[in-house]
């Protein structure tokens, strides 16, 4: 029964895909990539030759997954693109940005906390800086920690012996979780059961009662948060996470205050989260040009991008720059310019 519901929640989720008309190879791991260096000179925003490139994304259930489908959709049919993009099904931040850096992909999908580590060398890449750099800052993800209730768990220091799902190894919502548990006074390796599982089999573990609690990092609405609210609606339920704010602060700047609504997905009322906003990711020798032509579609087909998923509606000029420590690559600061130049 497990297995087939979760193979029920790809199903779905690659349905709703093509009834939005996304048609991005999901999935196509391994080097494929044509994309070349950045040879240096003037940003023309012009590539002269049929380049392809992968895009990582996140759990088939996931923002991520819906949006890098659809913007992979956006850069290949644009008006005379050169540019042919796969996106791909992946465990998300860490891993994303460790086969960014190897060449598997072009365009990351990350958490900035994540990203922030990545450029300082820090958390899970201690002493090792990545070099990458941002495409543009895109949507906020949303701390969402969901109980089973029943369970006793009131706040995040009730998870002491408790099963709990961490989210995919190397994911960003790993990150999260274990720096939620250690700000609670929990040691992640020790006083819980950790399940380090995807959405999908997360979902399912809540749903069948082998899971006791879960934490996801994504932007609004998730589908895979939304299939468990409506199929256990009334057996599970939000946690608020605010009061380890300030613990949370202490680690990254980045991470703030904010509210999931409460028509997201249909709750009593409205629940206080902390958020942290997400990155466009590429390796900083990524041609320029290139570069300028990918942040451009995120720009000019939002509209479309909107359609997949209404996290896109986030995505604009105003916040696009904000990406710091990462630096923006110049490439993505020619194409601002021209977005903003011509608005």
């Known amino acids: 029964m497990r297995r087939t519901t979760r193979i029920t929640t790809r199903i779905l989720a690659a349905v709703a895909a093509a009834g939005l008309g996304l048609t991005g190879v999901a999935g196509c791991g391994g080097r494929q990539d044509t994309a070349s260096?950045?040879?240096?000179?003037?940003?023309?925003?012009?590539?002269?030759?049929e380049t392809r490139i992968g895009i990582a994304t996140g759990n088939a259930t996931g923002v991520y997954f819906a949006l890098g489908n659809a913007y992979a959709e956006q850069v290949s049919n644009a008006p005379g693109s050169k540019v042919k993009a796969t996106a791909a099904e992946t465990g998300a931040s860490v891993q994303n940005i460790q086969q960014l850096v190897a060449g598997t992909y072009a365009v990351a999908f990350s958490l900035a906390d994540t990203a922030a580590d990545a450029v300082q060398g820090t958390g899970s890449f201690e002493g090792q800086r990545q070099p990458v750099q941002a495409l543009a800052r895109i949507h906020t993800n949303f701390t969402q920690v969901i109980v089973r209730n029943g369970a006793g768990i009131n706040s995040v220091a009730d998870m002491r012996g408790k099963r709990v799902s961490t989210g995919s190894p190397k994911?960003?919502?790993?990150?999260?979780?274990?720096?939620?548990?250690?700000?609670?006074?929990?040691?992640?390796?020790?006083?819980?059961?950790?399940?380090?599982?995807?959405?999908?089999?997360?979902?399912?573990?809540?749903?069948?009662?082998?899971?006791?609690?879960?934490?996801?990092?994504?932007?609004?609405?998730?589908?895979?948060?939304?299939?468990?609210?409506?199929?256990?609606?009334?057996?599970?339920?939000?946690?608020?996470?605010?009061?380890?704010?300030?613990?949370?602060?202490?680690?990254?700047?980045?991470y703030e205050e904010s509210t999931i609504?409460?028509?997201?997905?249909?709750?009593?009322?409205?629940?206080?989260?902390?958020?942290?906003?997400?990155?466009?990711?590429?390796?900083?020798?990524?041609?320029?040009n290139l570069?300028?032509?990918?942040?451009?579609?995120?720009?000019?087909?939002?509209?479309?991008?909107?359609?997949?998923?209404?996290?896109?509606?986030?995505?604009?000029?105003d916040t696009a720059r904000r990406t710091e420590p990462v630096p923006l690559h110049r490439g993505a600061t020619q194409a601002l310019d021209n977005l903003n130049a011509a608005k």
């Open 291 to 317: 570069v300028c032509v990918l942040t451009k579609a995120l720009f000019e087909r939002k509209p479309q991008l909107e359609q997949a998923n209404a996290a896109a509606k986030e995505i604009s000029l």
């Open 261 to 288: 609504p409460a028509a997201t997905y249909g709750t009593p009322a409205d629940v206080k989260t902390i958020v942290v906003p997400n990155l466009l990711l590429v390796k900083d020798d990524l041609d320029a």
């Open 37 to 49: 260096t950045d040879a240096g000179g003037e940003v023309t925003c012009e590539v002269g030759t």
């Open 171 to 254: 994911s960003g919502t790993e990150v999260i979780a274990n720096r939620l548990l250690q700000a609670a006074g929990l040691d992640p390796a020790k006083d819980i059961q950790a399940q380090r599982l995807d959405l999908a089999k997360t979902v399912d573990g809540m749903k069948d009662g082998s899971i006791d609690a879960l934490f996801w990092s994504g932007g609004l609405p998730t589908p895979g948060i939304t299939d468990l609210l409506t199929t256990a609606r009334g057996q599970v339920g939000f946690l608020d996470i605010t009061p380890l704010l300030a613990e949370m602060k202490k680690i990254n700047p980045v």
